[in-house]
Every structure is written in structure tokens, then in C-alpha cells.
């Protein structure tokens, strides 16, 4: 059913640089995440020079030595140490020739790292608050493995979405946003979702693939890999000005989102 325009109107409809820049307008009394308890002893300075999608050779170089050498260690750890493992790692095929916006539950400290496993070898960029850049050893590595800082002001967000967009419209390959932006570590919930990650996908005419983080038994972790959802699959979106359109897809990702997790979790309890 075609959404009222009631429903089209709720703050989630509002510009979208607003709503990507609140990612890093967070309530004081809100949990920290792991980055930000570390000790940070260079500050990330973002200006228009910054590239977001770097053209350093030599981080490339680190990039691959990374991929190559290093991660299939860390599968390997991940498999040991969480049972990590991928369902339905195929449906990422049905995305493989194409740019997409890729969105997962933000719920545990190596989920980054883990999902990296779906595309290897060749990994999303990650779009990421400032802060995860600024930790010790910890920000040089996030930043090899594209890592993407996301902005606080409108200048430098202007170039930031400018560099998104040209990755979106100009090559296959994949950006990935947590939409609910902050970590709830082992969360079985969806929290809160922000449009930011749903307006690129518009404004770009990509598909997004969501994915979600699943927990079988305490401290154990799967990720589930669904459809990808084109924008003539959200029902109402046809002929909508973007904004509107972002939410609805917004809305209707969340809720395939939500069936994921359902599904897996109902199967549990049987």
C-alpha cells in the first residue's frame, strides 16, 4: 500500500546531509565504543584535499598485503575464536558486477573485518566516525583496509559525498554505512535506523545489500546475506521525489532486515 503523505512527512524525510552528518552528533552520555577508549595521540584533520577514496600507492600496497597475507589469518581466528561463518554468501554474487551500498547490525567489535570475508578479496570501503581513525595502531589499520571517516561539517562532507558518488557511479565496487551508526555489542535488535546509507543508494541508482549479524549460542557469531533490494522493489517509491524515496527504502530495507533476523531466530527456538 502507497504510504499516506502524512507518513512521508515524519523527520526521517528531511535533507540528507543533515541526517549522514548526525552520525557524529551523539548524546554525551551514550556508551563509547572500543576506538574511542584508546589512546589517540594524532587527530585526523579532514579538509578538501583529503582524499576519502585514497590513490596512495603505498596504502594500496598495504591494502593488498593485508587481504592477502594477513586476513585469511584473521578468518581463520574469527572461525576459531567467535564460530564465524557466512549464510547465504551466494546472494553477494547477484551484486558482484555492479556498485552497491552494502548495510549490516553494527554489534560486534570485528564485524567489520568479518564481513570483508563476503567480498574478499576485494573489501567495501567502510564509512566510519572519525574517532575509529584517530586510535592508536588501531586507526592506521582501519584506514588501510578502507576505512572511510565520515565528516562533522557541511564542507567537508560535500567532498566526502562527492567521492562516494563518483565510487558509486563510476565503479563496482561496494560502500558500506551501519545504519543504526553506533555498536550495541550482541544486540538481537534493530535499533534506530538513519537515512544516510539509503540516500547514496538513491541518489546513485544502486541496489543496496543488507546483511545481519546473528548470534546461534553466547560469544558465537554468523552473518546472514540477503537479496539485494533495487529501488523498483520498494513498494510506493515510483515517481517520488528522492528525499521520499530515501525513506521508504530506509523503511523497507530495515524490514527485510528484520525478517532475517526473525527467521533465523525463530528457527532456533524450534
Avoid at 95 to 122: G, R
Wanted: charged share 25%; hydrophobic share 40%.
Amino acid at each position: 500500500m502507497k504510504p499516506t503523505e502524512e507518513e512521508l512527512q515524519k523527520p526521517e524525510d528531511g535533507e540528507q546531509k543533515p541526517e549522514l552528518e548526525k552520525l557524529r552528533e551523539r548524546d554525551k552520555a551514550r556508551r563509547k565504543g572500543p576506538a574511542e577508549r584508546m589512546w589517540a595521540p594524532i587527530k585526523l584533520h579532514l579538509d578538501e584535499d583529503y582524499q576519502y577514496v585514497t590513490k596512495n600507492w603505498g596504502l594500496r600496497f598495504l591494502y593488498y598485503f593485508a587481504m592477502f597475507v594477513g586476513m585469511p589469518f584473521g578468518y581463520l581466528f574469527f572461525k576459531i575464536r567467535w564460530g564465524f561463518g557466512v549464510i547465504n554468501k551466494k546472494n553477494a554474487k547477484l551484486v558482484k558486477k555492479t556498485a552497491a551500498i552494502t548495510v549490516a547490525n553494527h554489534v560486534h567489535n570485528m564485524d567489520s573485518p568479518m564481513l570483508t570475508y563476503v567480498f574478499y578479496p576485494s573489501a567495501p570501503y567502510f564509512v566510519a566516525l572519525k574517532h575509529n581513525f584517530e586510535a592508536f595502531i588501531i586507526g592506521g589499520l582501519v584506514r588501510v583496509l578502507r576505512g572511510v571517516p565520515l565528516p562533522s561539517d557541511l564542507k567537508n562532507f560535500e567532498h566526502f559525498s562527492e567521492q562516494m558518488n563518483d565510487v558509486l557511479q563510476h565503479t563496482t565496487r561496494k560502500v558500506h554505512m551501519y545504519p543504526e551508526g553506533e555498536i550495541a555489542p550482541y544486540s538481537r535488535e534493530l535499533r534506530k535506523f538513519k537515512n544516510g546509507a539509503f540516500h547514496f543508494a538513491v541518489k546513485n541508482n544502486v541496489p543496496v545489500l543488507p546483511m545481519v549479524f546473528v548470534f546461534p549460542k553466547p560469544k558465537k557469531v554468523k552473518l546472514i546475506v540477503g537479496k539485494p533490494v533495487y529501488l523498483k522493489d520498494v513498494p510506493g517509491a515510483e515517481g517520488l521525489k528522492q528525499p521520499k524515496q530515501t525513506v521508504l527504502m530506509c523503511r523497507y530495507v530495515k524490514e527485510k532486515m528484520q525478517e532475517m533476523l526473525d527467521e533465523y531466530y525463530g528457527g532456533l527456538e524450534k
